[in-house]
């Protein structure tokens, strides 16, 4: 079966660095976008950051030019660097492979992992 199991999270001060990973198994990798997302306490889980298969890259406004997705074919994770954390970053990070198809039910998520930023 599908699984997406991120790591990585913890608690850092403005200005710090994380780097996430999400280990990914149970389908075909290199064929797959994939994609980071975060949710805040009270607010829509929101797209941050995606990779095609063939490892273009697109970002949200907040974070582009501080965050860096990138993924590694070969031990099938995904990466999400994290630069310059700002408080408004703190929130529950997702990995996610979207469906392949429109209509597709099958939408999957990591567990999850928390990054906190102090102030």
């Known amino acids: 079966q599908v699984q997406l199991v991120e790591s990585g999270g913890g608690l850092v001060q403005s200005g710090g660095s994380l780097r996430l990973s999400c280990a990914a198994s149970g389908f075909t990798f290199s064929h797959a976008a994939m994609n980071w997302y975060r949710q805040a306490p009270g607010k829509e889980r929101e797209l941050v950051a995606s990779?095609?298969?063939?490892?273009?890259?697109n970002y949200a406004d907040s974070v582009k030019g501080r965050f860096t997705i990138s993924r590694d074919n070969d031990v099938k994770t995904v990466y999400l660097q994290m630069n310059s954390l700002k408080p408004e970053d703190t929130a529950m990070y997702y990995c996610?492979?979207?469906?392949?198809?429109?209509?597709?039910?099958?939408?999957?998520w990591g567990q999850g992992t928390q990054v906190t930023v102090s102030s």
């Open positions: 996610n492979r979207p469906p392949l198809m429109l209509g597709s039910p099958f939408n999957y």
């Open positions: 990779i095609s298969s063939t490892g273009s890259t």
